[in-house]
Structure formats: structure tokens, C-alpha cells
């Protein structure tokens, strides 16, 4: 052990650490990055947790915050020397169905919260593919937004109350459990997003919704981006605010996970894109209403087919496709892929732009476009064929530079971490990067969590007019 590992075992038990040879290796996210060998401390309270960040400060080692390894944005991209710290130990779920608030551990599993809450007869809204790893407070460090952020918002939302544990070993007790608190600063928001680098998160009061019992879904195939536009109005004229989730699929995806599909598809092959679009409500809402609400859709011949899920196993039919990334990665190796918001009456120029652009530096390049539409969100998946993955850099550039001419956003849901931070400059300000510098040196004055992530080391790379 170092002296530093020493110190902490005696304060928190040698059992709360695991030794540098038996973390080599371990995945840090579900895209091949692993841990070198490195220190990994796993306390069981805050008090704990606050007694590892004061030593650590005052020796000046750095440490990483880990959830459940989940995060697509490069944020456990460990540097030289830095440990590692988990709070897997810190799971509890306390559900207070009276005031509809749980309060839990950071380091609980998002889908333990969520069938916690759904065993009291109510819900947690927030929902995501890795809802069986992602923790707590990953999904609060990266904002997480997931398939109902059209109805329900990001996990901005979600959050009433957190506790965090600041740099230095500060407890800072934002614990809350109203929807209304106007008491000066809402600091709690500084540090959802903010990526692990103003304080550890460890504790969360999470705001829980009734339970909808009624659940419709439809999958529609349509020759124009301009009738996908007016579908997703009518369908908001008709559903109101019941209408939950509303995602695209452009044809290179639906060609690959149709293809993958061992059933009959809900719509033919062969349209320029695909929509899935989902509503929930209370028992007001009947099927019939479903159907009559979308009647006008139909009727305007802004579709090539619509078909509405008459079973759950319909539903998980169509929900399969628009989920089956491995299909999707599969059919474009190597992928890099993109996580991007852009304004919706710009999505379309967007893609083809990006297409034009890349295919005439890239002649084997193929790419298709897919995402959480009603959010502005769009993913990417990029393949250069032949072309050496050390162009990647410059598909960034190339990418993030059309997202930044169109008023977008180079992170919709994933965060920065390591992989995006130096192309900040294409989404944010001078004057704003500069902020957010000062903010982190107010918290984390000797940068210990999280260096290397988030913001660039350097003055970012200005805009290019690529
Ligand atoms: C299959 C799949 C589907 C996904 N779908 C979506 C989606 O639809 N929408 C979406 O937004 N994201 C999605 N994600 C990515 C999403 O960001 C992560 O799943 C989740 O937010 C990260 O949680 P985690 O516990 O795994 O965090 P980790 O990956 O362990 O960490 C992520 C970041 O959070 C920091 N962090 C972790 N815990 C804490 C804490 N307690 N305090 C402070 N900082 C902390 C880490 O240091 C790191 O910087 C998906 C990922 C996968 C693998």
C-alpha cells in the first residue's frame, strides 16, 4: 500500500479498498475503455466518502467518481496516477409515497429505483437502455435524458434534492422534497451535468409521478422529413401532453434492424424515414381515442402506412427495433458514433449536409442518422470504411462544425467527458468556457476530480469553416 491507501484504510477499513492488481482491466465503459491498475476506494456513507475526498485534497491525488460504467462520453478516461472511487456500497431506496419523493443512494441501480417505485404504485419516469448498470449518480453527473425526456425532461427534471460531497471533503446538504423552493441559487443544478467535477453526488431526492395505466403506441413510415414535421404537430395537437415519446429512424437503420428482426416488421421497406411514437395517460385514455386522434393524420396523406400496437407483444415489436443498436453497429464497422441536437426544421439539412460532406473526403463512407426526435436529439453512426480511424479527429471537426453552423449542440444526453471536451468551442461561447473554468476552480481549486474531462486543457479550438 502507498501511504496515502494506508492513511484511508485505517480511516474507512482496509475492506473499502481494492487493491491497483485486482482492478486492472475492469471495463470503465461498454466501449472497450478498461482501468489501468489503480487504487479503486468504495466507501459506505457520506461521512465516508467525505473523509476520502479531505485526504485525498489535502495529498493532492486525483480521483475519479464511477457509477456503473455506462456513460458513452469518455468520462472515466483515467489519467496517469488517478484512483478511482465507487459508491456501490450506497444503494438505498427510501420511498415516501405520501409526498411522492424517493430518497436514495447515489450508487443505486436505476432500474432497482424503478421497480421499487413501481411496486408503491407509482412511477419513476426516467428511462434508458442501461437501466440495469447506470447508477443514480451517473445518470445525475451526465443529465441523462432517455425515451420519455419529450414528456418528462432530463433528469434535471427528476431531481428535487441531492446531497454532495465537495472537493475538499465540504458535505453540502441540498436536500429537498418540494417541487417549489425559491430560496436564492438553486445550486443543486450546478452539478447535474456537470460530470463529476464540481463534487461527488451521494445522496438524491427524486421526484415520482402516478403510475399511467394506459399505453399506445405507433410506428409510421412516411416519403418526406416535411410530413415527419407535421406528424409530430398532429400527434401533439391530438395527445396533448400524454404524447411521451416521439423518435426517427432514417432508412439506413431501419434497413439493418429489419434485417436483424426475426418477426414480421410493422411497416414495409422502403419509405425515407421511420417514426415510433408513443403516448401514456390516466384511465381517460381508451385506444378508440388513440385511433380517432390520429384519424386526421391519416387522412391528410402525411403518411406512407401507420400501424398502431394492438398487444404489448406488438409494442415490444416495434420498441425492438428502434433498440437494437447491436444490429445497428453490426452494419456499420467500425462505427463512430454521435450524439447531437439540432434545431428540428434543420435536422434534415443536418444529416444530408454531413453525408455530402464526409462521403466527398470519405468515398467509402457510409452513415445513417437515428434519435430522440421530439428531444431535437439526433445520433449518428459513422463508418469510414478503409479509411485509418486516425481521421476520426477530423470527422469531429467536420461534424461538430456543421452542428455549430446550425445552432446545434455537440452532446444532447451523453455529456463531454474526455471524448468531446475539446470540441466545446463548436456549442459554447469563449465567455461561457471561461465561466465554467472559473466555477470549477471555486470547487475543485487543486483539480482533483475529474481532470482531464469536461472542459479542454487549453483554449478550445476556435470554430472552423471546414
Ligand atoms: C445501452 C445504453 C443506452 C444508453 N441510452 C442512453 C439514453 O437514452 N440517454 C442518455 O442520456 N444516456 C444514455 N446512455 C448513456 C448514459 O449517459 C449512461 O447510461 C448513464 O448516464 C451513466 O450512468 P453510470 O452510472 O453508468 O455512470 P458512469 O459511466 O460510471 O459515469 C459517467 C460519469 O458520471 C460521473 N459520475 C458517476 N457517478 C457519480 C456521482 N455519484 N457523483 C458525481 N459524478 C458521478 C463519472 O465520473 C463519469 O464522469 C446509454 C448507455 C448505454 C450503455
Not at 415520482?208 to 418526406?224: K, N, V, Y
Not at 434519435?371 to 470527422?395: I, Y
Not at 455537440?410 to 466545446?424: C, F, N, P, Q, T
Request: proline share 4%; hydrophobic share 45%; net charge negative.
Amino acid at each position: 500500500m502507498t501511504g496515502l491507501a494506508d492513511t484511508i484504510a485505517a480511516e474507512i477499513g482496509r475492506d473499502r479498498l481494492v487493491s491497483p492488481e485486482d482492478v486492472l482491466g475492469r471495463a470503465l465503459d461498454p466501449i472497450g475503455r478498461q482501468a489501468p491498475a489503480t487504487w479503486l476506494i468504495r466507501p459506505r456513507s457520506t461521512q465516508e466518502v467525505s473523509a476520502v475526498l479531505r485526504l485525498c485534497h489535502a495529498a493532492g491525488q486525483r480521483l475519479t467518481v464511477m457509477g456503473g460504467a455506462t456513460g458513452l462520453a469518455g468520462g472515466l478516461a483515467l489519467a496517469e496516477g488517478e484512483w478511482l472511487l465507487s459508491l456501490e456500497a450506497m444503494r438505498g431506496i427510501d420511498i415516501d409515497e405520501g409526498n411522492r419523493v424517493a430518497t436514495v443512494g447515489a450508487g443505486a441501480i436505476l432500474q432497482d429505483v424503478q421497480e421499487r417505485v413501481a411496486e408503491a404504485g407509482l412511477s419513476f419516469p426516467l428511462d434508458l437502455g442501461s437501466r440495469g448498470s447506470a447508477t443514480i449518480g451517473g445518470l445525475i453527473a451526465c443529465n441523462a435524458g432517455g425515451e420519455k425526456a419529450l414528456r418528462f425532461g432530463m433528469m434535471r427534471e427528476q431531481v428535487l434534492g441531492l446531497e454532495v460531497v465537495l472537493p475538499d471533503g465540504r458535505v453540502i446538504d441540498l436536500m429537498n422534497s418540494m417541487v417549489k423552493n425559491n430560496t436564492g441559487y438553486d445550486l443543486k443544478q450546478l452539478f447535474i451535468g456537470a460530470e463529476g467535477t464540481l463534487g461527488i453526488v451521494t445522496r438524491a431526492v427524486l421526484r415520482l409521478r402516478a403510475d399511467l395505466p394506459s399505453r399506445q403506441t405507433g410506428f409510421a413510415a412516411l416519403s418526406e422529413f416535411d410530413a415527419v414535421l407535421k406528424l409530430k404537430s398532429a400527434v401533439e395537437e391530438a395527445l396533448g401532453n400524454d404524447l411521451t415519446a416521439f423518435e426517427i429512424m432514417w432508412p439506413g437503420f431501419f434497413d439493418a434492424v429489419a434485417s436483424a428482426a426475426s418477426g414480421a416488421l410493422p411497416v414495409e421497406r422502403g419509405s425515407a424515414y421511420y417514426v415510433i411514437f408513443e403516448a401514456e395517460g390516466g384511465r381517460a385514455m381508451t385506444d378508440d381515442m388513440f385511433i380517432a386522434a390520429l384519424e386526421p393524420v391519416v387522412e391528410a396523406g402525411l403518411v406512407d402506412d401507420l400501424v398502431l400496437a394492438r398487444s404489448n407483444a406488438e409494442r415490444d415489436g416495434m420498441w425492438g427495433l428502434r433498440n437494437n443498436i447491436a444490429a445497428l453497429i453490426a452494419a456499420y464497422m467500425p462505427p463512430i458514433g454521435y450524439d447531437v441536437s439540432i434545431p428540428l426544421g434543420r435536422m434534415e439539412q443536418f444529416v444530408a449536409a454531413v453525408e455530402a460532406r464526409v462521403a466527398q473526403r470519405w468515398p467509402d463512407m457510409r452513415m445513417t442518422a437515428f434519435g430522440h426526435m421530439g428531444d431535437n436529439n439526433l445520433h449518428l453512426v459513422v463508418t469510414l470504411g478503409a479509411a485509418d480511424t486516425a481521421d476520426k479527429e477530423a470527422l469531429n471537426h467536420l461534424i461538430y462544425g456543421e452542428v455549430g453552423k446550425l445552432g446545434g449542440s455537440i452532446s444532447a444526453e451523453h455529456g463531454l467527458g474526455s471524448d468531446k471536451r475539446d470540441y466545446l468551442g463548436y456549442s459554447r461561447s469563449p465567455g461561457a468556457i471561461a465561466l465554467m473554468r472559473e466555477v470549477r476552480a471555486l470547487f475543485d481549486p487543486r483539480g482533483i476530480l475529474q481532470q482531464g474531462r469536461l472542459l479542454p486543457d487549453a483554449e478550445p479550438n476556435p470554430p472552423q469553416d471546414q
